[in-house]
Antibody, heavy 118, light 110 residues
Framework: QVQLQESGPGLVKPSETLSLTCAVS?????????WGWIRQPPGKGLEWIGS???????YYNPSLKSRVTISMDTSKNQFSLNLSSVTAADTAVYYC???????????WGQGTLVTVSS | QSALTQPASVSASPGQSITISCTGTSSDVGGYNYVSWYQQHPGKAPKLMIY???YRPSGVSNRFSGSKSGNTASLTISGLQAEDEADYYC??????????FGGGTKLTVL
């Protein structure tokens, strides 16, 4: 049973970098699948941020691409999200997820709320 | 990339059926059979209900079904139950090798 768990600061100051990590258990992240991040502003819909394939290839939402980096640490079986130059509009619940080859999200983390505020 | 278009809300009585549409373009919904549907209850993570347009993951009730015609995908829920009340989101792969979501539909079971 694959399990994903997000961790990171719940509060980030404007203009700083939001950094989150997703610890994966029950499956090796370098054994296939896409691993990614999705966010949901309070009271709003889902927004795809980006994904990383087990080979290390990354895919990003064009609207966020200039500010996003997703990376993997296979030694710790975890992957990470960095979102730079954040504003209040980046306040959201951030989910890490595992996608199949046809980009269906089969597994979700529980989500972590990140608030951008001074 | 533009979000896929879903109705903001739908409602029906228990036992009835509803269909939620998800309209995109030939660059996403119409171009690939990679449409998924998710159910989200308040305060919870989304749950995959349909993948690859019409396939149900193990454990999902057969009251849920998916289809696609042209640039529009649809989720049908038959025999509505109180527990089906939730937000539903569609998503699709795109020609840019990205993923796009619909705006979400709030289902109310009257």
């Amino acid at each position: 049973q694959v399990q994903l768990q997000e961790s990171g600061p719940g509060l980030v100051k404007p203009s700083e970098t939001l950094s989150l990590t997703c610890a994966v258990s029950g499956h090796s992240i370098n054994s296939g699948y896409y691993w990614g991040w999705i966010r949901q502003p309070p009271g709003k819909g889902l927004e795809w941020i980006g994904s990383i394939y087990h080979s290390g290839t990354t895919y990003y939402n064009p609207s966020l691409k200039s500010r996003v980096t997703i990376s993997m640490d296979t030694s710790k079986n975890q992957f990470s999200l960095n979102l730079s130059s954040v504003t209040a509009a980046d306040t959201a619940v951030y989910y890490c997820e595992r996608q199949s080859s046809t980009v269906a999200t089969e597994n979700w983390g529980q989500g972590t709320l990140v608030t951008v505020s001074s | 990339q533009s979000a896929l278009t879903q109705p903001a809300s739908v409602s029906a009585s228990p036992g009835q059926s509803i269909t939620i549409s998800c309209t995109g373009t030939s660059s996403d919904v119409g171009g690939y059979n990679y449409v998924s549907w998710y159910q989200q209850h308040p305060g919870k993570a989304p749950k995959l209900m349909i993948y690859d347009v019409s396939y149900r993951p193990s454990g999902v009730s057969n009251r849920f079904s998916g289809s696609k015609s042209g640039n529009t995908a649809s989720l049908t829920i038959s025999g509505l139950q109180a527990e089906d009340e939730a937000d539903y989101y569609c998503s699709s792969y795109t020609t840019s090798s990205t993923l796009v979501f619909g705006g979400g539909t709030k289902l109310t079971v009257l």
